[in-house]
């Protein structure tokens, strides 16, 4: 297989670039270099600034009708084209082809809201505020705004940003994750076929050289990022440091809750899809089961029996339901937590390094682990892959402690069948998107995405009526227009 050469996209092409440093891409499939992706130095994040900030004088006067055109027809181009790039995303990261389609879907979505953007950019008119006077507020753009993204959506997340900034009239510059660089090109290079012109949408390829030249630009107005806690939070601190509106989503662990009552076969289906699916790299991933009361031996039992039933595989062979890690680095790092986990107490029920997998590839099979405590490092950690923990308690209550307790609080869900329970839950519990009898809930695009706590720095969640927020600005406009004939000067203030 011939080796790809990932570069930049700027101003509607490709960058020829001789860099100083690149990075390696894997196929996590089969355990080989796939690719090596370009490092931007700072001078490559001013060309793709400089290529954004020239576009946005020009994007920021288009119509509203020619930017649903290419919003709609960007919609078309994706969706013809969704299982190419699925297949990329597969290949770089590892997932399954179905499990990649969906996540395209998703993104999908998102381009959908935006194509009723002259809908969502509508001010607000106050008439008459004061004789011949009317106040209207309006939004506006930002200007050029940055994206830097995880590996784990390396097109859903892209399109959580990049649509719903350039229906607000900015331009973008996105920096991919290093680890599965190629759908963000692809994602660029198709919306300048759907008609977006060159410039408003340019990709940088890099690590924290790149990411810190975006934080620290001039010209760059916003910065959003989805990536781990410690990266978030330096992200927020830098960009605002250096006067940038920011929304910097971190790390997660999610829990579970079951409550005796729950239909135990749908919880334990739901829990492994959820805690095993994309071999656990998910942000809302399902990590830690609480399990209330007696609901504790028949559920693990059958956590048990499905665990050691999953098929891992190659994600582009139909019958995986579980592919590899994204790397031999990340498979080694989950790998460590299972010994770790057992030297603190924790009883191993699945181990995945038992597990049928195949070799060569960054594989580990699923694991789980029953009676996990809150101090052990297998539940304090982020460990995002393969492993479910089972943490048991007695009440009700003990498990909205447990959770409000943790400082990552992106998803929870509760599975139950008493509905005043699933009222409480959704009262009292301190986490920004909350299930009920749904493991994932992740918001539709006219919701927004976003967690509390050490899972989101910055106030706006993505995509939906926040995302809309975050990449506008209003200004307020009061005017007179006397009725004719003039009403003369009046030095009374505010309005005469
Ligand atoms: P990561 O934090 O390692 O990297 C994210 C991005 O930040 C990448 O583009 C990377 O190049 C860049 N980066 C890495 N180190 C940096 C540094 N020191 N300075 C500046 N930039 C840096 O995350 P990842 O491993 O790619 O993705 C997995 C993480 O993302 C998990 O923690 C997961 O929970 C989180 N995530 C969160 C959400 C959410 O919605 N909250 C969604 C997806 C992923």
Known sequence: MSIREITHFIDGKPVVDTPDRTGEVF????????????????????RAVASACDAFATWRQSSLAQRTEVLFAYRELLLARRMDLAAVITAEHGKTLEDAAGEVNRGLEVVEYVCGIPQ?????????????????????PVGVCAGVTPFNFPAMVPLWMVPVAVACGNSFVLKPSEKDPSAGNLLAEWFCEAGLPDGVFNVVHGDRDAVNALLTHPDVASVSSVGSTPVARHIYETAAAHGKRVQALGGAKNHMVVLPDADLDAAADAAVGAGYGS?????????????????????VERLRSLTRDLKVGAGDEETSEMGPLVT???RDKVESYLDAGVQEGADLVADGRAHEVPSPGFYLGPSLFDRVTPEMSIYRDEIFGPVLLVARVDTFADAVELINSNPHA????????????????????????????VPIPVPVAFHSFGGWKNSLYGDLHVYGEDGIRFFTRTKVVTSRWPDAPSA?????????
């Not at 990590?287 to 609901?295: E, F, H, L």
């Not at 003369?488 to 005469?496: D, E, Y």
Request: glycine letters at 12%; proline letters at 2%; a negative charge.
């Open 488 to 496: 003369g000067v009046s030095l009374n203030f505010p309005h005469g």
């Open 120 to 140: 969502l950019l509508k001010g607000a008119y106050s008439e008459q505020v004061s004789r011949g006077v009317d106040t209207y507020t309006i939004k506006q």
């Open 410 to 437: 992106n998803g929870t869900a509760l599975f139950t069948r008493d509905g005043g329970a699933a009222r409480r839950f959704q009262n009292e519990i301190e986490v920004g998107m909350v299930g009920v009898n």
């Open 279 to 299: 071999a656990g790299q998910r942000c809302m991933a399902i990590s830690v089961v609480v399990t209330v009361g007696q609901a504790a031996d028949e559920l």
């Open 328 to 330: 031999s680095e990340h």
């Open 27 to 46: 196929n996590p499939a089969a355990g080989t270099v796939a690719g090596h992706v370009t490092f931007a130095d700072s001078e490559m994040v001013d």
